[in-house]
């Protein structure tokens, strides 16, 4: 929860150099010929970067899963089986020119370890 945090305030404490960098990114979507609603989710303003922190800060309001026994039954036998959620390990992801994904996903896997 508090790399969430730090996260989320480093996200709108460093807003300007991010910005700056993302119109960088807008000028070559534009110069690859990239239109419309692509070039649309790629660009960030100050709106955009603050509602992404408050994704962040959403996360921490929630239970940490990992660690959860979903389900546990004992066998005749008396061995005990049962379901326990645990971290998920390797992340893939397919980037599509969406920031807020980035964070989105970076957030997930902080909070479920």
């Known amino acids: 929860n508090a790399a969430l945090e730090y996260a989320a305030q480093n996200l709108v404490k460093r807003s300007a150099e991010i910005l700056l960098a993302n119109e960088l990114d807008i000028e070559n979507a534009n110069i690859s010929g ?22 962040l800060r959403d996360l921490i309001s929630l239970d940490d899963p990992v660690g959860e026994v979903i389900s546990m039954k004992q066998r ?8 326990k959620r645990v971290p998920i390990g390797v992340i893939g992801m397919i980037y ?7 964070a989105d996903v970076f957030g997930l896997c902080i909070k479920t370890s």
């Open 34 to 55: 990239l239109k419309g609603s692509i070039v649309d989710r790629l660009l960030l303003s100050q709106s955009r970067i603050e509602n992404i922190a408050e994704a």
């Open 96 to 102: 599509e020119s969406r920031p807020n994904v980035t």
């Open 76 to 83: 005749p036998d008396g061995l005990k089986i049962g379901q």
